[in-house]
């Protein structure tokens, strides 16, 4: 299979490999498009088992990009990178000072931040090399890790859902949630203090410690979580979460959580849509750090403090968004990623100035 046969290309406007043999970099930067502004996007470092592997993950990755940053009505498009290597043993700075001179030869088409596997300490070696790079701290433009924030939009959107799907807050709702890494223990504690009840699992045990003493959680085997009876399954962690394997173990009525690609393919969209759960497309409801790393740009590119109040109004439109989608998805009896999908590439299609008419 060449690079334009795959399923996940897409149209991609740009695809650049680097390897520095001093540090050991192997990195994919894939940017979707640039339609709408610069491509914006976090880099993951992660132990893929193929080259293979890394590519398909930064293409998905980069598209879903487009699609975020568009449904949250920001001027960049789409973009994100990826390091193949063991976060846990095989970061060094000068591996991300290696990722920053990457960065920089794309020409300022792709601005980096934070993602799995990836601090905002290691992106200050990056920040060595290139301007590049947004989700910092100790600087007036800096907004720091972009966690709270996601999970802030992804609270406001699982509220919205819960209010939806099942005509009540959020006070004695179940919710299991897979994984309680940056996002998920920030989602957590704000559902813990909204009332809701948790279930909670992680491959990180002292993750899922640390969450369970704090909140009162149940916690689950990784397995398990697809098993236990809630109301909300919130997936926020690594994508294709819901499958068609997974989907028919859910007893749930609401699907929405953080995590990226939380669908496995289509055809698990249709059958969520089918079952009669009701899905937050995650595009939507997990823009909240794209939002923070934006109003970082902009400061940065304007020479000027960040603005916590220009970031909150665009979380507040984000949840507007969100609304729409569903509620046209309800008023057209289509699935929610689908008419997602559709308002995502007609505000591409459109430039920065194309707003959605749900």
Partial sequence: MTLFDSPAFEGHEGVHAFFDEKTGLKSIIAVHSTARGPAAGGCR???????????TDALKLSRAMSYKNAMADLELGGG??????????QKTPQLFEAFGAA????GGRYWTAEDVGVSPTDLMYARKHTRYVAGLEGHAAASGDPSPVTAEGVFRGVRLCVRRALGRDLNGVTVAIQGVGHVGAYLAEKLHAAGAKL??????REAVDRI??????????????????ADVFAPCALGGAVSLDTLARLQVKVIAGGANNQLADAEAGRAVFQRGILYAPDY??????????????RALERDEAFDPAWVDAKLDRLAQTLDEVLEQAAHE??????????????????????RAAA
């Fill in 284 to 297: 939507v409801i997990n823009g909240g750090g794209i939002i923070n790393v934006a109003g970082e740009i």
């Fill in 45 to 55: 470092m992660w132990p893929y088992a193929s080259a293979e592997d890394a590519l």
């Fill in 212 to 229: 369970a003493a704090a909140t009162g959680a149940e916690v689950v085997a990784p397995s398990a979580i697809f098993d236990v009876p």
């Fill in 103 to 106: 960065v920089e030869a794309v």
């Fill in 199 to 204: 279930i909670i699992a992680d491959v990180n």
């Fill in 80 to 89: 994100k990178s990826v390091i193949i290597g063991d976060s846990r043993t």
């Fill in 333 to 354: 009896r289509r699935p929610t990623h689908e008419v997602a999908n559709e308002i995502a590439r007609a505000r591409i299609a459109g430039g920065p100035g194309q």
